[in-house]
């Protein structure tokens, strides 16, 4: 491995707020899960090793309360988590989440782990209520892991079928010969307009090996325009795994669109 890339960012807070914290990065993770279809996963509660208290720095009192913060919020988000003693780092005890591609092979993709060890050695301080100095505590977040390895799963899990709203592009236009060309552009131009991902395939090729490019090349949708089309204002649509669907008005297709995106993409609120 020559370098890899890690979506790390840290929260500094008081010890009475780790476990609200905790929680709401629990739901950033669980946020890209499901945006991304990883449905089949566990989360590993990894605690000291309660036989060494000498591998760990930090007090007792602050331990058990990150342990505790940390099994509370996997019960309350009703994790599917494991409990391992001796996996935590040195610095705190942390949540890992394994996931299982489409092979059924496990990987640990996002992790949350708390660190009283950074803010010990950069001397960090936060005045309190009481008016005196009090040390903070750290949380790593990392919701994907590392990048490279994230992208190299999700490849592996959909097999290149990625949700709609991922995929460079969504649909390819497929003009029946060159007399419907000027008609695909205006529809590309309409999905566009609503910012809809959009190919046209104007090749001089019959529609039959249009089709089956666009399949092998994994497009969600397929577009076909041809005299009737173009007469009507409509678009015949061709889904990839369902196949022929009816002609629509290019405005239907794009709520239809819409619509499935917005089922996939539920908003994150902060």
């Not at 590993?44 to 099994?71: C, F, H, M, T």
């Not at 989440?97 to 949350?112: C, E, N, P, S, Y």
Request: proline letters at 4%.
């Amino acid at each position: 491995v020559r370098g890899f890339t890690q979506d790390d960012a840290h929260i500094f807070c008081m010890p009475n707020q780790l476990d609200e914290e905790f929680k709401r990065v629990i739901d950033l993770v669980l946020y890209v899960f499901s945006s991304l279809g990883f449905e089949d996963f566990t989360a590993q509660v990894s605690l000291r090793d309660p036989n060494k208290p000498e591998k760990y720095i930090g007090s007792d009192a602050n331990w058990d309360l990150a342990e505790n913060a940390i099994i509370n919020a996997a019960k309350e988000k009703e994790l599917n988590y494991v409990i391992e003693y001796g996996e935590a780092a040195f610095y705190g005890p942390k949540l890992d989440f394994m996931v299982k591609d489409a092979l059924g092979r496990k990987w640990q993709l996002g992790t949350i782990q708390v660190d009283y060890n950074l803010p010990e050695r950069f001397e960090l301080t936060y005045k309190g209520s009481d008016n005196e100095l009090h040390r903070p505590v750290m949380i790593h977040r990392a919701p994907f892991g590392s990048l490279e390895r994230f992208i190299a799963i999700l490849l592996e899990h959909t097999g290149g079928n990625f949700p709609l709203w991922l995929t460079p592009e969504q649909v390819i236009i497929l003009s029946v010969s060159e007399k419907y060309e000027k008609y695909a552009e205006k529809v590309s131009n309409e999905l566009e307009n609503h910012e809809i991902r959009a190919l046209v395939d104007n090749r001089n090729e019959t529609i039959g090996k249009k089709i089956r490019d666009a399949q092998l090349s994994k497009f969600p949708y397929m577009l076909i325009v041809g005299e009737k089309e173009a007469a009507d204002g409509t678009v015949s649509v061709r889904e990839r795994k369902e196949g022929d669907i009816g002609s629509i008005s290019t405005a239907s297709f794009i709520e239809n669109i819409k619509t499935e995106i917005d089922k996939t993409i539920s908003k994150f609120e902060v």
